[in-house]
């Protein structure tokens, strides 16, 4: 009988073992230097009404698996803002390195 469950995407983890789940940390560490320019970034784009958080989220959750573990928190956001101004025409990809 084959396995009709959706296979989950790469940013739901919870409950899968291989990727040894621990309880949430309360006291986080704030954004460095380089976080809180991505954060202004995204700010930014949500105030000129290019990006949506939702839109930064689809674009995080559609990193491919051994991308997504190979970048740091706020990479992924740039990665996500980087391909959704790419999507839109915002940016062209022939500029990107």
Not at 10 to 36: L, N, Q, S, Y
Not at 46 to 73: C, H, N, W
Not at 89 to 94: A, T
Request: contains cysteine; hydrophobic residues 40%.
């Amino acid at each position: 009988m084959p396995d009709d469950r959706p296979i989950p995407a790469i940013h739901d983890m919870g409950g899968i073992a291989r990727f040894h789940c621990t309880p949430v940390e309360h006291d986080e560490a704030p954004p460095d230097a380089f976080g809180k320019k991505v954060d202004a970034l995204r700010q930014l784009l949500a105030q000129k009404k290019l990006m949506t958080v939702d839109e930064l989220r689809r674009g995080i959750e559609s990193i491919p698996e051994a991308e997504y573990f190979a970048l740091g928190y706020y990479e992924r956001w740039l990665r996500s803002i980087t391909a959704l101004m790419v999507e839109k025409g915002i940016v062209e990809k022939d500029i990107l390195p």
